[in-house]
T-cell receptor, first 112, second 112 residues
Framework: EDQVTQSPEALRLQEGESSSLNCSYT??????LFWYRQDPGKGPEFLFT???AGEEKEKERLKATLTKKESFLHITAPKPEDSATYLC?????????????FGTGTKLQVIP | ETGVTQTPRHLVMGMTNKKSLKCEQH?????MYWYKQSAKKPLELMFV???????ENNSVPSRFSPECPNSSHLFLHLHTLQPEDSALYLC???????????FGPGTRLLVL
């Protein structure tokens, strides 16, 4: 069974204090890994898709990386507006089509 | 309208009521999804439609009934729900099944 584990469950940072969120996964036949940002009471907002180990993508203060077992979302010099829950999901083959499995997320709070 | 829209945004219903959730995507995608999001749990995939044909039903109780009349619209018909069905219901769409998904804002459902 595909599994996605995100850590830490919650993270509190001072503004400007860089850190990383972790997403470890156990899937057979990984086709892609997704990062989403979700604000309270809203739907997840797409950030990145990574397809192969060694791949990196950046967007403003966020940088996502991928290895064969995990992905990191690095946040450089975060601002209060980066506060949100960050979700990781993996896409893998399952029963003839591709299935997406989500983690429970990391709730990030950035304090001014 | 742009992206994925959902109506209503909030819904309170009794256990004997019948209601419907509506989702519309303006992205020209061919696949649509219903997810349930409960506190402290990962997103639970409920239904997947590809070109208006249901391709996945993850053992969802029959009190939830999906309908996809065309590739832009998706409905979730609700009847005789239970209090444990209270959650955020999210609709998503993607170009093809299980590629990068784009989410709507969700419907916050409370079953009394």
């Amino acid at each position: 069974e595909d599994q996605v584990t995100q850590s830490p469950e919650a993270l509190r940072l001072q503004e400007g204090e860089s850190s990383s969120l972790n997403c470890s996964y156990t899937v057979s036949g990984l086709r892609g890994l997704f990062w989403y940002r979700q604000d309270p009471g809203k739907g997840p907002e797409f950030l990145f898709t990574l397809y192969s180990a060694g791949e990196e993508k950046e967007k403003e203060r966020l940088k996502a990386t991928l290895t064969k077992k995990e992905s990191f979302l690095h946040i450089t010099a975060p601002k209060p507006e980066d506060s949100a829950t960050y979700l990781c999901a993996v896409q893998a083959h399952s029963g003839g089509y591709q299935k997406v499995t989500f983690g429970t997320g990391t709730k990030l709070q950035v304090i001014p | 309208e742009t992206g994925v829209t959902q109506t209503p945004r909030h819904l309170v219903m009794g256990m004997t009521n019948k209601k419907s959730l509506k989702c519309e995507q303006h992205l020209g995608h061919n696949a649509m999804y219903w997810y349930k999001q409960s506190a402290k749990k990962p997103l639970e995939l409920m239904f997947v439609y590809s070109l208006e044909e249901r391709v996945e039903n993850n053992s969802v109780p029959s009190r939830f009934s999906p309908e996809c009349p065309n590739s832009s619209h998706l409905f979730l018909h609700l009847h005789t729900l239970q209090p444990e069905d209270s959650a955020l219901y999210l609709c998503a769409s993607s170009q093809v099944v299980s590629e990068t998904q784009y989410f709507g804002p969700g419907t916050r459902l409370l079953v009394l």
